[in-house]
């Protein structure tokens, strides 16, 4: 995420510029292209789209820092507590899984490798499935609460 989400800027060569281009304004192009000497051309993503996506990243990790905490600061002594917790146990759950949505709009429309977010998707579902455990051994341990 801090690089880029391993995004490259890319060079090209000017021949690719011209293709789908009618002959005389690839002409064109080629012209002006030799006249300053210009051989490769340099591709950029637009920045906007990286900010956006790191930023979605960073309101979704905010979310599931948030309700896990919120989580862990309950102890259910009532019914109640145990089910406001199970609400935070799935909303942390979601932000995850946020996170993964996130990662594959990533892929989607930026030129990375998607094998770049490997750790990262593994990490995620780690956490998802002690999450998911956390939430089973809540169920044994506190249904018997009025």
């Not at 979310?63 to 089910?83: D, G, R, T």
Request: proline residues 3%; hydrophobic residues 45%; glycine residues 4%.
């Amino acid at each position: 995420m801090m690089r880029d989400f391993g995004t490259k800027d890319k060079v090209r060569d000017v021949k690719s510029f011209t293709k789908g281009m009618e002959p005389q304004d690839a002409d064109l192009l080629m012209a002006v292209l030799e006249k300053y000497h210009i051989r490769k051309i340099n591709t950029y993503w637009p920045e906007w789209v990286i900010v956006h996506i790191r930023a979605t990243v960073c309101e979704e990790l905010n979310k599931f820092m948030c309700a896990l905490e919120a989580a862990m600061a309950i102890w259910p002594q009532m019914h109640a507590e145990y089910e406001e917790r199970r609400v935070l146990q799935d909303r942390a759950i979601g932000a995850l899984d946020g996170i993964l949505s996130t990662l594959t709009l990533a892929v989607d429309v930026l030129p990375v490798d998607a094998d770049k977010f490997r750790t990262q998707v593994e990490l995620i579902e780690k956490e998802r499935a002690l999450i998911k455990g956390w939430r089973k051994s809540d169920n044994k341990r506190f249904k018997s609460l009025a």
